[in-house]
């Protein structure tokens, strides 16, 4: 009975693959033909269970992304609250927390930036810093001295009042929801029973979930759009180019919303009724936390929606240019049907920096938290460390010489090729990276392991609707997991041929002596002799 558990323990599928090369995909097949199964609504007389209080939030953020007329950072209230706002997890970049000669006193230095609802002031401000884990022991010891503050150096969740007692130590800049802080050893107490690794995978969740609704309502008001605007003598939708980029947003949407669900999922639809429930401890006591998620997938959902809103936005772009967006319009078939042409106006002459920089940039994200996972990364070690035992094989886990996805629908077999093939080659490319800190390399090897991640997502979903629904709901899901499967396909090939450009762009730079001679002036450019 121990064993049977020990097989169903949820594993990190991002952090399971860079760090051993093996695919532990059996668990999303579980998921999403469990998550199918309840959505069908219960059977045999079981009863739904109620929604926790990440999903309402979930589903509220969501809301108001895809509905608000208030802006583009609306959802960051729904998400965070009114009274006490919330830093992101990367501010252990630039704040610092020290403990006093009395080891409850904790003193912060440094400067974040907070996001709340426009219109509304924070009594306090929850952030992530690093911070010397509380032993007694060693404490009462080591207490004030350096070198204990070093070693022994976690990351906690912190809770800073701005109140009187911070009153001359915090200065404090609001601006349209952003608020700019500066700590100067300001007082904060440890938030007790909150894991800083849970809190950061939640914010990542949360900011996928405001892309997904931002991409649902991109994509409904390009399709209202398609079909009342005329080009020439027929409608716009008649146009395949228009059809194409429609197609490309319902894809990004549909990738999107298939790697939230299985990221977000509850253990209850990945396990049986008896497997264990991994409990997440705080740093600072023994409270579990209510609920868990794997952080590397979590991040990895937050680059990949971010990078399907840009190419949404893209697509949107290329579809509505040209056409006033100042104003909404009524739909020429259902008048009262109103097109909102301002909000996609507001979308496109925002900064997509500003957009997709909630929880800092994608480039940071992967320096800071991808670099080092690739470091200690084992496929860098010989082929003979990766031969597996039959209890791996038990597990669902594969190999990086031989990866291969478990149980896809036989309708998908020529796009679950073309996968598996991509993978190889990405483990490969991992494999034999001599440099594995090269920020080009890493950055890379991010984006291509979230286009993997989420085309795993959209292979196993749609091999659940086929498989309960063929005709209905399976085929329609069939037809964007092959748009899907063909545009991620290409975004891949895309990442690989820029990193092979830029090292060997970069060799070539690095083999030069004089830089000087290695360009021409433009002038005597125009003027040369074209070479036959």
């Known amino acids: 009975m121990r064993l049977n558990r020990f097989l169903r323990v949820r594993h990190d599928v991002v952090e399971q693959l860079l760090c051993f090369g093996r695919l532990a995909d059996i668990q999303m097949a579980n998921f999403f033909r469990k998550q199918l199964a309840c959505e069908c609504g219960p059977a045999g007389g079981e009863t739904v269970k109620e929604k926790d209080d990440f999903s309402r939030q979930r589903e509220a953020v969501r809301k108001i992304a895809r509905g608000s007329a208030e802006g583009l950072t609306a959802w960051i209230g729904g998400a965070y609250g009114v009274s006490e706002w919330s830093t992101g997890h990367l501010s252990t970049q630039t704040l610092q927390a020290k403990r006093g000669e009395k080891v409850e006193v904790i003193t912060l230095r440094g400067k974040a930036l907070a996001a709340g609802e426009v219109g509304s002031a924070p009594k306090s401000v929850q952030v992530i810093a690093q911070l010397p884990s509380l032993d007694a022991a060693a404490a009462s010891a080591h207490a004030g001295t350096e070198d204990y503050m ?75 759009h398609a079909t009342t605007a005329v080009q020439y003598d027929g409608m716009l939708i008649r146009d395949p180019a228009v059809q194409m980029r429609l197609a490309q947003i ?40 209510a609920r868990e998620f794997r952080f590397f997938e979590a991040v990895s959902l937050n680059i990949y929606a971010g990078n399907a809103l840009m190419d949404g936005l893209d697509n949107a772009w290329k579809i509505l240019h040209g056409f006033p967006l100042t104003t909404p319009r009524p739909h020429r078939s259902k008048p009262e049907i109103q097109i909102n ?15 997709t920089s909630m929880n800092g940039s994608m480039e940071l994200q992967a320096q800071t938290f991808f670099g080092p996972l690739l470091q200690r990364s084992f496929l860098h070690q010989s082929a003979s460390t990766w031969l597996e035992s039959p209890l791996r094989h038990l597990m669902g886990l594969t ?75 399976g085929h329609r899901e069939w037809l964007l ?46 003027n040369s002799r074209p070479i036959p």
Do not use: W
Not at 496 to 517: E, F, I, K, N, P
């Open 150 to 224: 070093r070693e022994n150096l976690r990351e906690a969740v912190l809770q800073v009042p701005l109140s009187n007692e911070n009153e001359g130590r915090i200065t404090t800049k609001l601006v349209n929801g952003l608020l700019q802080l500066d700590f100067h050893d300001a007082v904060a107490t440890v938030k007790a029973g909150v894991c800083a690794r849970d809190v950061a995978s939640r914010q990542n969740i949360l900011t996928a979930t405001a892309y997904g609704g931002m991409l649902e309502r991109l994509e409904r008001i390009c399709a209202l």
């Open 481 to 526: 997991a092959q748009a899907f499967g063909a545009a991620s396909a290409a975004r891949r090939q895309r990442l690989l041929a820029y990193l092979r450009t830029s090292q060997l762009s970069a060799g070539v730079l690095r083999g030069v002596a004089d830089l000087d001679h290695g360009a021409m002036h433009p002038v005597a450019l125009m």
């Open 341 to 355: 042409y301002p909000y996609v106006d507001s979308l496109l002459n925002t900064s997509k920096y500003f957009i």
């Open 250 to 289: 319902a894809c990004s949407h549909f990738g999107v919303e298939s790697l939230a669900a299985y990221v977000s999922g509850s253990d209850e639809a990945l396990h049986e009724a008896d497997a264990p429930q991994p409990e997440e401890t705080s740093e600072e006591g023994d409270t579990p936390a």
């Open 399 to 473: 190999t990086a010489a031989k990866v291969c996805l478990s149980a896809p629908h036989v309708n998908l077999r020529v796009m679950t090729d073309v996968l598996e093939r991509d993978l190889t080659r990405g483990l490969e490319l991992v494999s034999h990276q001599k440099d594995p800190t090269d920020p080009s390399f890493v950055i890379t090897v991010v984006q291509y392991i979230a286009e993997v991640f989420a085309n795993l997502a959209v292979v196993h979903r749609c091999s659940a609707s086929l498989t309960a629904d063929e005709g209905g709901r």
